[in-house]
């Protein structure tokens, strides 16, 4: 079985899509991105979120990810760190 974040965090992921907030994201390696997040999606049992940064797009997947900082001012959540299940 495919390991994937619980249905509450996909919302929020998609909410910072929705709305095009602005992100640091947090990879489980260590490295930060940040960016512009641009859609969520899955395919074949993986899902992926696809920034807009300063290179380009970047599509991450989701289970590579530890956590999400909002940088966009009044955002409707400001933080959230992934579980995987």
Known sequence: ?????????????????????ALMVHMVDGQIIQGEAQDVYSRQGRE???????????????ISVKEIEVLTPNAKFKHLKLAVR
């Open 48 to 62: 992926w979120l696809i920034l807009k940064t300063d290179a380009g797009s970047e599509s991450l997947e989701l």
């Open 1 to 21: 079985m495919a390991k994937v974040i619980s249905c509450d965090q996909q919302d929020y992921i998609e909410i910072a899509c929705l709305y095009r907030y």
